[in-house]
């Protein structure tokens, strides 16, 4: 099973793509724990990730699709994957179309998660005081600058993808076992 899952931030992408793990057996590639990883490490990557993530920027197509091109060479990558966070650019989606097409692989769905912004704000803000600050990019403020990256540079994906014809609509604002209910309908349809 070969999945992306989207939506804006604190829609329950990276929850839902802990379930889905679980079920299909596939790992979760998420650009945003690695490019997290990177800085707790301290590497290059992670140096140059550092700022642009705190004030919740897009990190460059290079650094991210290089991530992904990597991690797509994995061994566990053969059977599937869920990509949770990518692509976040047209270029990304299509830097991801060339590499699928060179593995002579597709995607089976596009899972996108709808949820109402104002709804959002306070998911975060939960996540922000459950995780005891240590996501920098987690605050009201940076909030609302990844919010308008999404609908700017992300949300035009969903039309990108529903041109393949292979969005699956989700409604996030329900519970998280509602939601990962929904997604399995969709995608045994
Ligand atoms: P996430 O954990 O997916 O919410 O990502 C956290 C942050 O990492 C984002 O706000 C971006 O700064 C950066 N990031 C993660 N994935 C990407 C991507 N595909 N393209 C550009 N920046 C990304």
């Avoid at 329950?12 to 990177?38: F, M, N």
């Avoid at 140096?47 to 897009?58: F, H, N, T, V, Y």
């Avoid at 969903?158 to 989700?170: E, R």
Wanted: proline fraction near 4%.
């Amino acid at each position: 099973m070969r999945l992306i899952i989207m939506g804006p931030p604190g829609a329950g992408k990276g929850t839902q793509a802990q379930i889905l793990v679980e079920k299909y057996s596939i790992p979760q590639l998420s650009t945003g724990d690695i490019l997290r990883a990177a800085i707790e490490a301290k590497t290059p990557m992670g140096l140059q990730a550092k700022e642009i993530m705190a004030r919740g920027d897009l990190v460059p197509d290079e650094v991210v699709c290089g991530i992904v091109s990597e991690r797509l060479d994995g061994d566990d990558a053969k059977v599937g994957f869920v990509l949770d966070g990518f692509p976040r650019t047209i270029a990304q989606a299509e830097e991801l179309d060339a590499m699928m097409t060179e593995k002579g692989v597709a995607l089976d769905a596009v899972i996108s998660l709808e949820v109402d912004a104002d709804a959002l704000v306070e998911r975060i803000k939960k996540r922000a005081a459950e995780s005891g600050g240590s996501r920098a990019d987690d605050n009201e403020e940076v909030l609302r600058n990844r919010l308008d990256v999404y609908g700017e540079l992300t949300e035009p994906l969903i039309a990108y993808y529903a041109k393949q014809g292979n969005v699956k609509h989700i409604d996030g604002m329900a519970s998280i076992k509602d939601v990962t209910a929904s997604i399995a309908q969709e995608l045994n349809k």
